[in-house]
Nanobody, 122 residues
Framework: QVQLVESGGGLVQAGGSLRLSCAAS????????MAWFRQAPGKEREFVAA????????FYGDSMKARFTISRDNAKKTLYLQMNSLKPEDTAVYYC???????????????WGQGTQVTVSG
């Protein structure tokens, strides 16, 4: 079973950047597609981006593709999300997820981190 721990969230001004990290343990990370989701207050959890096992294939939610970059370092068992040109509407708790399948829905992932808060001030 995989354990996931996110870090790197914080408060940033609009237009700024943040890099989130997700450290994995307890499993073979190369067995899993990994993803980022986010959840704003009062809203459903939203797909942000995912990356296949080898790291060569990525896909993004429509509003994130131009500004966010997902990557992974399998040797370090770490997933990353580089977020640029942040907007107040990006404010949310960001979650790391992993599973053997590849998908864009919350139900596609069995393993989740506890989340890290990102707040973008306007």
């Amino acid at each position: 079973q995989v354990q996931l721990v996110e870090s790197g969230g914080g408060l940033v001004q609009a237009g700024g950047s943040l890099r989130l990290s997700c450290a994995a343990s307890g499993g073979t990370i190369t067995n899993y597609t990994m993803a980022w989701f986010r959840q704003a207050p009062g809203k459903e959890r939203e797909f942000v981006a995912a990356i296949f096992r080898s790291g060569t294939t990525t896909f993004y939610g429509d509003s994130m593709k131009a500004r966010f970059t997902i990557s992974r370092d399998n040797a370090k068992k770490t997933l990353y999300l580089q977020m640029n040109s942040l907007k107040p509407e990006d404010t949310a708790v960001y979650y790391c997820a992993a599973d053997g399948r590849a998908g864009i829905y919350r139900s596609d992932y069995d393993y989740w981190g506890q989340g890290t808060q990102v707040t973008v001030s306007g």
